[in-house]
């Protein structure tokens, strides 16, 4: 059953005044407000469903922590396993497990590029990282194994 939130506020955009002073209105020039109309009052209305529970995704049989912006699946002519992207089963993800050291999508991607969407605060800051514009054209990139290799050492399980 959804539920709505509703309720007149001062509009943000215009401070209440109904007039919108911009980048290009100079002179004493104004507009009229384009999230209230020139009332200076705002109209905010959510509509939402209340959460019960976490609703099963159909499909679904394999589940990463984040995506570094690469495709992934097992290609067209299944040349990879989805475990090659690290995460886990659904029924994994499911059960509540959590993601733990070695389920990085290492196979693909650096610690650097990885941890950059996953978690910020494990982001090596490694002399030789962030200088070279996107992290595939690192002098690096090609031995990332020993990139992840540091890494354990220096941020992994102990």
């Known amino acids: 059953m959804k539920?709505?939130?509703?309720?007149?506020?001062k509009c943000k955009a215009c401070d209440g005044t109904g007039?919108?002073?911009g980048f290009p209105e100079n002179d004493g020039v104004a507009v009229v407000?384009?999230?209230c109309n020139g009332t200076g009052c705002?109209?905010?209305k959510y509509e939402y469903e209340p959460f019960e529970k976490r609703?099963?995704?159909k499909d679904v049989?394999?589940?990463i922590q984040s995506n570094p912006g690469i495709g992934v699946g097992s290609g067209k002519h299944k040349e990879f396993n989805l475990a090659d992207f690290g995460g886990m089963s659904i029924k994994d993800w499911e059960d509540d497990k959590k993601f733990v050291h070695g389920m990085e999508m290492r196979k693909f991607v650096c610690p650097a590029w990885?941890?950059?969407?996953?978690?910020y605060e494990l982001k090596p800051s490694w002399d030789w990282c962030g200088s070279c514009g996107a992290f595939s054209n690192c002098s690096h990139f090609?031995?990332?194994e020993t990139c992840w290799e540091r890494w354990d050492k220096e941020f992994g399980e102990k």
Do not use: G, R
């Open 55 to 57: 609703v099963e995704k």
């Open 114 to 119: 990885w941890y950059q969407t996953a978690n």
């Open 142 to 144: 090609s031995s990332k």
């Open 3 to 9: 539920k709505t939130i509703e309720f007149d506020e």
């Open 33 to 35: 407000c384009y999230k």
């Open 19 to 21: 007039l919108y002073v």
């Open 42 to 44: 705002f109209h905010f």
């Open 61 to 63: 049989i394999w589940v």
